[in-house]
């Protein structure tokens, strides 16, 4: 399973950007997606979630900002993304929980995409 994520940029404090991530390869389910971000010096968090059932999850600091939205027929997950501020830079992760037979899961990750928001 991979996942390829896209959509990240420079952009300026107030603006908007759109995060998409696709899964591809063996995949019979896929249960969650998210989205993390790592900023420079601080730990991974997460930033936001969606269950295969359309449940949604958000980091306090960006409830009201951020929507994440998942397409579970093309295993793919988006993450719009309005009135950005300079402490939203960081690189974002796209992360999902996904089973390859009917036993077991395993996480993956797609290589991070990077958002930076000047002031």
């Known amino acids: 399973v991979q996942l390829q994520a896209s959509g990240g940029g420079l952009v300026q404090a107030g603006g908007s950007l759109r995060l998409s991530c696709a899964a591809s390869?063996?995949?019979?389910?896929?249960?969650?997606m998210a989205w993390y971000r790592q900023a420079p010096g601080q730990e991974r968090e997460l930033v936001a979630s969606v269950s295969s059932d359309g449940r949604t999850n958000y980091a306090d600091s960006v409830k009201g900002r951020f929507t994440i939205s998942g397409d579970n027929a093309k295993n793919t997950v988006y993450l719009e993304m309005n009135n950005l501020k300079p402490e939203d830079t960081a690189v974002y992760y796209c992360n999902a929980r996904i089973s390859d037979n009917p036993w077991d899961d395993d996480k993956y990750w797609g290589q991070g995409t990077l958002v930076t928001v000047s002031s």
């Open positions: 390869g063996s995949i019979l389910t896929t249960h969650s």
